[in-house]
C-alpha cells in the first residue's frame, strides 16, 4: 500500500471535504493529459489535484 505522507493525507482530506478532483485535457479538450510513471516502466499516470490552482499551475506548453 502506498505510505501516507502529509500531502496525500491533506490531498484526500480536500478531496473529501469539497468532492471535487482536478484534472488537465489536452490542447484540443477531448483527452486527458498523462504522464510517464517515475515509478514505473511502461506506465502512464494521471496527474490529480485537489484545488484549481495547483492544477494551473502545472499549465505548460510541455
Do not use: R
Request: negative net charge.
Amino acid at each position: 500500500m502506498t505510505e501516507q505522507t502529509p500531502a496525500l493525507i491533506s490531498f484526500i482530506e480536500n478531496v473529501k471535504q469539497h468532492q471535487v478532483l482536478w484534472g488537465l485535457q489536452d490542447e484540443t479538450g477531448e483527452g486527458w493529459v498523462v504522464c510517464d510513471s517515475s515509478e514505473f516502466e511502461e506506465t502512464d499516470v494521471m496527474p490529480l489535484w485537489s484545488s484549481e490552482a495547483a492544477a494551473t499551475s502545472h499549465c505548460t506548453e510541455e
